[in-house]
């Protein structure tokens, strides 16, 4: 009768079960794919589009930052203001070129006085926001378009208060015009970039520019 050493091998069974699964177990999840880290900006908007449907669904991964609100609210104000101005500077200019002339030289340089000033201040009103994380170069090019849009006024009440035939003011009001539109323009792509959703707003129409010649008459300036 050969002589057992151990006398209940079978206990060593369940430990070497136990081993196995844990090796098991290691290899297995080493295995699986690593979680992708999450790099969604809060707020930020995703818009997908279904394949066949031709559905398309908008999603905002979570709360907008205060900071990143109140900074876009104040943008939305100096927009909102910045289009009454193009407005009343291109009533204003209309009415100067209408014939019969609408707007005489003296309430023509009030308004376009008016409008350089409420310009300049915009101006500094933007100047002194600071752009949250990410949105500077949005800031940059607003800052740049609003200036465009204060040296176009000042040079609109120059040509007005000139001997220039016109010229120097029709650009000018155009050029104020233009400003105007990139601005708002800018701030959409700011909007989009923030993840805030855009707010209406009105358009400032054209500049109205019409006529051939200034009718100097018994006025001064550049009519």
């Known amino acids: 009768m050969a002589f057992n050493p151990d006398p209940k091998p079978g206990r060593w069974i369940l430990p070497l079960v136990v081993l196995a699964m844990i090796a098991f177990t290691y290899y297995f999840v080493r295995e699986l794919p690593q979680a992708s880290p999450d790099t969604t900006t809060p707020g930020a908007t995703t818009t997908t589009t279904g394949e066949g449907t031709g559905t398309t669904s908008t999603t905002t991964a979570g ?36 014939d019969p002339r609408e707007v005489q030289y003296s309430d023509a340089v009030t308004r376009f ?20 994380a990410g949105l500077e170069s949005h800031h940059t090019t607003l800052v740049n378009a609003l200036t465009a849009a204060d040296t176009a006024a000042t040079d609109a009440l120059s040509g007005l208060q000139s001997d220039d035939p016109g010229t ?36 400032t129409g054209d500049t109205g520019d019409t006529g051939e010649g200034e009718e100097p008459a018994d006025e001064s300036g550049d009519g």
Request: hydrophobic share 45%; no cysteine; glycine share 4%.
């Open 63 to 98: 709360p907008i930052d205060p900071a990143v609100q109140a900074y876009v609210d104040e943008v939305r104000s100096i927009n909102t203001d910045l289009a009454a101005q193009a407005a009343e500077l291109t009533a204003a200019n209309s009415g100067f070129d209408a």
């Open 113 to 132: 006085q008016a409008v350089q000033s409420a310009t300049a201040a915009l101006l500094g009103r933007l100047e002194g926001l600071t752009a949250p």
């Open 168 to 203: 120097l003011r029709r650009n000018s009001v155009s050029a104020y015009a233009d400003s105007a539109s990139q601005f708002a323009n800018e701030l959409a792509a700011l909007e989009e970039t923030a993840g805030v959703p855009p707010a209406e707003t009105d358009d």
